[in-house]
T-cell receptor, first 112, second 115 residues
Framework: ELKVEQNPLFLSMQEGKNYTIYCNYS?????LYWYRQDPGKSLESLFV?????AVKQEGRLMASLDTKARLSTLHITAAVHDLSATYFC????????????FGAGTRLTVKP | EAGVTQFPSHSVIEKGQTVTLRCDPI?????LYWYRRVMGKEIKFLLH????????ESGMPNNRFLAERTGGTYSTLKVQPAELEDSGVYFC?????????????FGPGTRLTVT
């Protein structure tokens, strides 16, 4: 069974600091998504990573994918309060590419 | 274009009662997914419809849960009878064709509280 593990589950950081969220998964996949969820809102797609070595950046967020290590990272640079949200990674397994499995989410709080 | 909508946004029921959640996907999306997030845990897959057919229902926890998608448009998820452990946020998502690198679009979720 595909397992997707995120860490940390909770992250409290000061504005201006850098940090990385990790997403490990247990089966072959060449497609990984990062989502953001604000309280009471739907999940918003941030990045889609489609191949080994893929790196995408949007503002202060940068995501990367290492399919050999089965690891994706979401790096936060110079955090600002507006980035406070819950971040989920989700993996589409190669064995069933119309399906998706999520991690537990990382609840990020950025303090002024 | 309207996004995925879910109704109700919040439901509070007593143990043993019945609740029906509704999801309206984006028009034209054949794929419809149900997920559940129990407090602080991962978003767990429940089932996947392609049009009106259940493609994968391996995530349905037990036979108290019944999902339907008559006519291949909106879907309902009924919990009968509800138990305390059914509390959580139920998300619905739809996609054109995930296998062709499409994306899933999520609804805002229904927060179910069973007391």
């Amino acid at each position: 069974e595909l397992k997707v593990e995120q860490n940390p589950l909770f992250l409290s950081m000061q504005e201006g600091k850098n940090y990385t969220i990790y997403c490990n998964y247990s089966t072959t996949s060449d497609r990984l998504y990062w989502y953001r969820q604000d309280p009471g809102k739907s999940l918003e797609s941030l990045f889609v990573l489609l191949s080994n070595g893929a790196v995408k950046q949007e503002g202060r967020l940068m995501a990367s994918l290492d399919t050999k290590a089965r690891l994706s990272t979401l790096h936060i640079t110079a955090a600002v309060h507006d980035l406070s949200a819950t971040y989920f990674c989700a993996v589409v397994p190669t064995s069933n590419n119309n399906d998706m499995r999520f991690g537990a989410g990382t609840r990020l709080t950025v303090k002024p | 274009e309207a996004g995925v909508t879910q109704f109700p946004s919040h439901s509070v029921i007593e143990k043993g009662q019945t609740v029906t959640l509704r999801c309206d996907p984006i028009s034209g999306h054949d794929n419809l997914y149900w997920y559940r997030r129990v407090m602080g845990k991962e978003i767990k897959f429940l089932l996947h419809f392609v049009k009106e057919s259940k493609q994968d229902e391996s995530g349905m926890p037990n036979n108290r849960f019944l999902a339907e998608r008559t006519g291949g448009t909106y879907s309902t998820l009924k919990v009968q009878p509800a138990e305390l452990e059914d509390s959580g946020v139920y998300f619905c998502a739809s996609s054109q064709d995930l296998a062709s690198l499409g994306e899933q679009y999520f609804g805002p979720g229904t927060r179910l509280t069973v007391t």
